[in-house]
């Protein structure tokens, strides 16, 4: 066996203390949440808590246990989630066939088409008065339909079907297979793994999705957890905040929220 070159080391060393590095990055915040999560009000006020938890209590884990309005958006967030991806993966799927269809007239017009949104987006202002005329505001349908479709998911697909041998397709028109049948029955168990990566994407982005809830929802009964978890983070900042020029200015005692 060849021992490694010195600068072959080197690159190694560098590479393995870049990866720690970029982790640490990514665990300290983390575990600095946990921490503060599991600390008292006191401590927080005070701001002690680092990576250890400080007068230790669960109170903000049984406030959530109890709350009504947690639960609730939590399943918002993961039927909407679960809506989202699976209409984004079947829309995008279905599309990028049709565009792929030798029979498809002016597939390179509707290709034009969808280009051009993903470099001239109509913005956030067009974007509000068309769902607020449509009457979608305040429904789930605005956390919906908006943004079910993804050009750049069409056009992977569309790219990746094109690939597939057409002899393949045609033995299967042949054989009497309708364009459902060869779209899910051919098609999808020959791009499941780029499919599957797709689920994974849309689901997280969907389960981390709440500006849209931010902008179009005012019923605090179809928020969204994001939406949520922000509004407490807001009430708890203000909070410490609040408590700490108390205790700095008049000296008095820290109180727990109501």
Known sequence: ???????RKLFQV????????????IIVPFVNAIAISLSSYEALATGSVGLWPKGFTLEAYK???????FLRTFLNTVGLTAVNTVLTITISLAAGYAMAHKHLLGRSTLFIYL????????GLIPTYLLVNNLGLTNTYAALVLPQI??????????NQI??????LLESAEIDGAGEVRILFNIILPLVLPMTMAFVVFSAVAYWNEWFNALIYIRDRELWTLQLQLRDILINTSQFIDQQTQNALIGGGPIVHPE
């Open 1 to 7: 066996m060849n021992a490694q070159s010195p600068s």
């Open 14 to 25: 560098v590479n393995a203390l870049l990866f720690i590095s970029f982790s640490i990055s």
């Open 63 to 69: 406030e959530l246990a109890y709350s009504k309005q």
């Open 115 to 122: 280009i051009i949104p993903m470099y001239f987006s109509g």
């Open 149 to 158: 479709v993804s050009t750049f998911y069409i056009i992977v697909f569309r």
């Open 162 to 167: 094109n690939q597939l041998p057409k002899e």
